[in-house]
């Protein structure tokens, strides 16, 4: 703790790292440091490579993401990034420090801050910033408490303990404001989401007896509906709501072709474990990879191998 505020006093240009295909608990955490580190008056970029979320333009300092490196920094800092392949960048150019809760974090910075129990890594932020007695404005708030509710699906995921309550509380203190917040998570759908959601649905399969469902998305599909990839994950939401199932599967075609595929597990399975058996990473109850496998079927195949083994259903 002591280095990491040595180096954050020490340094002239900030970089915060967010992952791609970003998520609220990734931008939330690096929007709440950003404002941390402005109270600070530390100079501070944030980066994003890849597109970022429609429903997130309401975090405060959205629009200060950029998707280029800046020309100068002399301290990186990553927020929810369980390895450095996932940072969109090519290689480590300063000083890497390393704030996560992923349990399948590789440790690739120079300092590394992983805290596997906690529910979202604006928790992590949180803690070293306290600790660090660093000064945290309503802004960080705000962007702390989205990454909690959408890492806890609004406190509903096993990760879910007292400390977070603590945690939310603290931040309502600090300004958080949760209804404004569940408001504009939750209530400023697009059609085009609806559209999406409804053709996915539509590839909704059932298999090994019921315990996994599977959803599909095309390009096709993003086109037609308009709507952008990651507005079909409540899709594989409803998928793992079905009473018989366990496992929830999404195949998501890229636009290279490539298929990613996202587990959601209910309450027994560990689909991190599974994830990094295929390249992959995440947690017990969420996980996803990519598959070089350019085929729909051929990764269902694969993947239901493995789940049938998790579940031990020998035969459809
Ligand atoms: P999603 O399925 O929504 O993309 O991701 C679920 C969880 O798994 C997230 O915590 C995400 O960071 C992690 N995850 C998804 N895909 C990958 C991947 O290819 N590599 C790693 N390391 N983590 C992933
Ligand atoms: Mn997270």
Not at 174 to 192: N, V
Not at 195 to 223: F, K
Request: proline fraction near 3%.
């Amino acid at each position: 703790m002591k280095e990491v505020l040595t180096k954050i006093q020490e340094a002239r240009h900030i970089l915060l790292l967010t992952h791609i295909n970003p998520d609220a608990d990734t931008l939330g955490s690096a929007l709440g440091m950003y404002h941390i580190l402005q109270k600070m008056k530390k100079r501070v970029n944030i980066l994003n490579t890849t597109e970022l979320p429609y429903n997130l333009k309401f975090l405060p300092g959205f629009t200060k993401i950029r998707d280029t490196l800046p020309s100068q920094s002399d301290l990186w800092i990553s927020f929810d990034c369980g390895s450095f392949d996932r940072l969109g960048v090519n290689e480590k150019k300063a000083f890497l420090i390393n704030i996560d809760h992923h349990r399948s974090n590789t440790l690739y910075g120079d300092i590394n801050i992983v805290e596997p129990t906690f529910a979202s890594t604006s928790q992590v932020v949180y803690k070293v910033a306290k600790e660090l007695q660093l000064p945290i404005p309503k802004e960080s708030a705000t962007c702390f408490y989205t990454a909690l509710v959408d890492d806890t699906g609004f406190f509903k995921y096993d990760s879910v303990d007292a400390g977070v309550f603590a945690f939310a509380k603290e931040l309502c203190e600090l300004g958080a404001k949760p209804d404004d917040i569940a408001t504009e998570l939750t209530m400023r759908e697009p059609l085009a989401k609806l559209r999406l959601i409804q053709l996915m649905l539509q590839t909704l399969e059932l298999r090994l007896q019921a315990r996994v469902a599977i959803v599909c998305m095309t390009q096709q599909m993003l086109r037609s509906s308009g709507a952008t990839k990651e507005m079909g994950e409540s899709a594989l939401d409803m998928a793992r709501s079905l009473a018989s199932v366990e496992v929830a599967v999404m195949l998501r075609e890229e636009e290279d072709g490539r298929i990613k595929v996202s587990m959601r597990s209910k309450t027994f399975v560990d689909v991190g474990k599974i994830a990094v058996a295929f390249g992959g990473g995440g947690h017990r109850r969420a996980a996803g990879f990519t598959s070089n496998l350019h085929d729909f079927d051929r990764v269902e195949k694969l993947v239901l191998e493995t789940l049938a083994k998790e579940l031990h259903i020998e035969k459809e």
